[in-house]
């Protein structure tokens, strides 16, 4: 039951920091180079609500082992949002 809880958690808070986003611009790297524009926050942000409504049904059916199975899933498009907002590694243009 604790890996729902950690799910509808996370889900939750990058559901609202992807809601959250596209509503503003964004920056150079965020546009040009990943291309995350407002369609694309939206999106995540829509996946984000669709996992968290799947670990509360996890959570009310006390399906443990669904809960691990959806957090696994969800980690990775966790991980993909939130390794989306860093540079990389830094070239020298001259």
Excluded: K, N
Aim: charged residues 15%; positive net charge.
């Amino acid at each position: 039951m604790l890996y729902g809880a950690i799910g509808l958690a996370c889900s939750a808070c990058v559901a609202g920091v992807a809601a959250w986003r596209s509503r503003s611009a964004g920056g150079y790297y965020d546009r040009g180079v990943y291309g995350l524009d407002a369609r694309a926050h939206r999106r995540y942000a829509s996946i984000s609500l669709a996992f968290a409504v799947f670990f509360a049904a996890m959570l009310v059916l006390h399906a443990v082992t669904a809960g691990i199975v959806g957090l696994a899933l969800y980690a990775l498009v966790a991980v993909f949002y939130a390794t989306s907002f860093l540079r990389g590694a830094s070239d020298f243009d001259e």
